[in-house]
């Protein structure tokens, strides 16, 4: 039997919950360590190991660094793990000060100045992109697939219907309600970016009338590019279907819900974007 | 001095328990969150219609609280009520929220510690050293699994996301649930109902056995109790802050906006997380506040549980281990009432209302499944000036901390430290099934 672990670093827990959710694995795999469910307060050896939540601590680095030692395989699991993640939304120079000066406690892991993603320090064989990812694609990690049978795009799996000749003058914002169910979120307004976020998810996002935010990360034609491709590409995709001045739609993506998701595959801080090759991403 | 150090595990985020002993006399206990993201800070200046999308991400467990109390917040300042048809929607949310979470706080956190094993998913390894089969406990766990499954289900099917849900925006909802989609989900809760109640029984069963076993039922002193369900039937949709005196004869009532007349927070250096404390008085939060003040569950099983729960132990009642048991009783009655808002049409009549965004302040107040959680935000230029969340499990750290140093006193002596005292800080913090990711945030 496979022996798998999952490292729990800074982060929210979802992705285990979304592991919870992959009954299968349960008399397939041993579970020999994961924090959440058992009561093992060490890494042993093992085949696979799960990283997800991203380096917020120095606890989080010992932990890490220490933990990989013993794994076979070592996974970047959801966006925390792979980009730092949500916590990266405050690295801005006057957040930043102001919260690593009232976060100073004396008994407790101290704060790193900044959030940062795995393989900042261990090299990482796969990479499980979602926020979190979803069961089925756990079952694949686990199972070590690697064919690509997934969609391509969000867009693929979204099923609504693109129309020629409603071109929305202005972004109507997030929370508008009264969604029409078929019509495609961009004739309605909507900053949708599923034309070129990766698939696999399902599509659940867009399918309930909320506009996918990119959480699974670019499709495999903007990975192993810096962000600014992607970018321009979602530009282009609004510009053929709406009249929405460019700038709208830039001051859109770089705004927290789609920035924490648009900038997982590339280094968020500063421009050295650190390539991660397609072939290593779910 | 001597400081023990307690790892913890089965419960939900980063933290550990510091317990101080000189001569066999406890000097103090602590519990200590270790993990922090600033999300307080990192939301400054975000546009506030995207709270309902970013603040989930606060907790994977407790993400859907997040996402409707944020939607609450910001209908608040914009002065706006929902359409009956979303707030039905919004409920579903919330019953799927503690299905998932009381299933898995009572199957996969707290079931080892009654069964001796460390974990329900151990097999091979724990199974030789108790008198379970290995067969049997697979079967625990994959029936327990699939009692939670169905909540994340009904989080998906009335939430769109799985985790993090999208279907909440201000004004109401962005749809309702088809029919068919409505059908085959209750489906599926009325299969999970008699699974729950099944294992609920066995849980019953296993922790009055383990209650005769270690003779104490842990911390059963009186506290005041802390709920958003301000009346004598459950509402995890929230409405009012209602506090349960010590003495259980008096009650204080107040809207989220006055928390802080009320609440008292002190932060503290050992912990990311600090406490609340309600006219100097230790506060409960979570599955024993509510049933401690309700008299009717609405729905026929979780009825029968109440009363067997309250013949038994008597209403209010105070030991730490029956936060569990009480965390069944809700488990059943989300099962039966989310099976009755699915068998009504949820597909027609208005999903929202329109609405204009306007600058203010906001409250959103939801019963989470570890207590009331506020949402509140003062919103400048349409963007976030400044965010406040306030966490149920901070609520109740005052309540951990004075368990944990009861149970350090009755395993500590001049002589040594009992073994089993490591066993009972698992147990007496798992009572509290604290949140470390939402407390710090
Ligand atoms: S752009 Fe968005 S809404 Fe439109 S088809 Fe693609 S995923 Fe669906
Ligand atoms: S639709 Fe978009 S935001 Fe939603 S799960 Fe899929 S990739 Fe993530």
């Known amino acids: 039997m496979k022996n798998f672990a999952v490292l729990q670093l800074s982060g929210c827990a979802g992705c285990e919950v979304s592991l919870l959710n992959a009954d299968a694995w349960v008399d397939q795999y041993n579970l020999a360590y994961m924090p959440l469910v058992t009561s093992v307060h060490d890494v042993p050896e093992v085949d696979l190991l799960l990283v997800s939540g991203g380096v917020r601590t120095d606890e989080d680095l010992y932990k890490l660094r220490h933990a990989v030692q013993r794994a076979g395989e070592v996974v970047a699991v959801g966006t925390c793990a792979i980009s730092g993640g949500v916590a990266n939304l405050g690295d801005r120079d006057e957040v930043r000060e102001l919260f690593i000066a009232q976060a100073r406690r004396r008994h407790v892991p101290h704060l790193l100045p900044k959030s940062h993603p795995i393989d900042a320090f261990v090299e990482v064989d796969r990479y499980l992109p979602g926020c979190p990812p979803m069961s089925h694609l756990f079952m694949m990690v686990l ?32 929370q508008t309600g009264k969604v029409d169910p078929d019509i495609c979120l961009i ?37 192993e590019k810096e962000s600014a491709v992607w970018m321009k590409s979602i530009a282009r995709v609004f510009k053929g279907m709406t009249d929405i001045p460019e700038e709208e739609i830039q001051t859109g993506l770089r705004s927290p819900q789609l920035a924490l998701f648009l900038f997982q595959f590339s280094d968020y801080a500063d421009d050295k974007a650190t390539i991660r090759p397609k072939e290593k991403v779910l | 001095m001597t400081r023990l150090l307690f790892p913890l595990s089965r419960i939900e985020g980063h933290a550990q328990v510091a317990i101080e002993v000189q001569e066999g006399e406890v000097l103090s206990a602590q519990f200590q969150a270790t993990e922090l993201r600033g999300f307080e800070y990192l939301v400054q200046d975000a546009p506030a219609d995207q709270m309902p999308v970013v603040t989930p991400r606060i907790c994977g467990v407790c993400s859907t609280a997040h996402h409707v109390a944020a939607v609450k917040a910001l209908e608040d300042a914009y002065e706006i009520t929902p359409p009956p048809l979303a707030l039905k929607i919004r409920e579903l949310l919330m019953l799927g ?91 599926e809760l009325e299969a999970a109902l008699p699974i729950a109640c099944e294992l609920f029984d066995y849980y019953w069963e296993i922790s009055i056995a383990m209650g005769e076993r270690l003779g104490t039922w842990g911390d059963d002193a009186p506290a005041c109790y802390l709920s958003a369900i301000a009346g004598r039937q459950p509402n995890f949709y929230g409405n009012q802050m209602y506090v349960l005196s010590s003495s259980g004869d008096a009650c204080s009532m107040f809207p989220a906006r006055d928390f802080r007349k009320y609440l008292t927070y002190e932060a503290t250096e050992y912990s990311y997380a600090g406490h609340t404390s309600f006219q100097g008085e230790v506060i409960r939060a979570n599955s024993l506040a509510r049933i401690n003040v309700l008299h009717d569950m ?112 009755r395993y500590i002596d001049a002589e040594r430290v009992n073994m089993e005292l490591e066993r009972a800080v698992g147990r007496v913090v798992r009572a509290f099934d604290p949140c470390i990711a939402c407390a710090t945030h």
Do not use: W
């Open chain 2, 97 to 187: 929220q503690l299905l998932q979470n009381q299933a898995t706080s009572l199957f996969i956190f707290t079931m080892p510690d009654r069964l001796g094993v460390s974990s329900i998913f151990q097999l091979a390894s724990d199974a030789v050293t108790t008198d379970k089969s290995e067969r049997q406990l697979t079967e625990v766990a994959t029936r327990a699994l699939q009692v939670r499954q169905a909540g994340t289900h009904l989080i998906s099917t009335a939430g769109g996301q799985f985790i993090h849900p999208v279907k909440a925006v201000v004004g109401g909802v962005t749809g309702g649930i088809p029919a068919q989609q409505a059908a085959e989900m209750r489906a």
């Open chain 1, 187 to 223: 004739n309605q307004g909507y900053l949708c970016i599923g034309s070129s976020t990766r698939g696999g998810c399902g599509a659940p996002c867009t399918r309930a009338g909320h506009p996918c935010v990119g959480c699974r990360g670019p499709s495999d034609a903007f990975i």
């Open chain 2, 298 to 409: 609405g729905t026929p099983a979780a009825n029968r549980y109440l009363k067997r729960f309250t013949e038994a132990f008597g209403q209010p009642a105070h030991a730490i281990l029956l936060f569990d048991l009480a965390r069944g009783i809700e488990l059943v009655y989300a099962i039966e009432r989310a099976i009755e808002i699915l068998s009504e049409p949820l597909d027609e009549g208005d999903p929202a209302v329109p609405h204009t965004p306007q600058d203010g302040e906001g409250f959103g107040l939801v019963e989470a499944p570890r207590g009331p959680l506020i949402h509140h935000y003062t919103i400048e230029d349409g963007k976030i000036a400044h965010a406040e969340f306030i966490i149920p499990t901070v609520h109740n750290m005052l309540a951990i901390e004075r368990a944990l140093r009861v149970a350090a006193e």
């Open chain 1, 143 to 174: 199972t070590g697939e690697t064919e690509k049978t997934l969609a391509r795009t969000v867009c693929q799996d979204c099923g609504r219907k693109k129309l020629r000749d409603v071109r929305p003058e202005h972004l109507v914002g997030f």
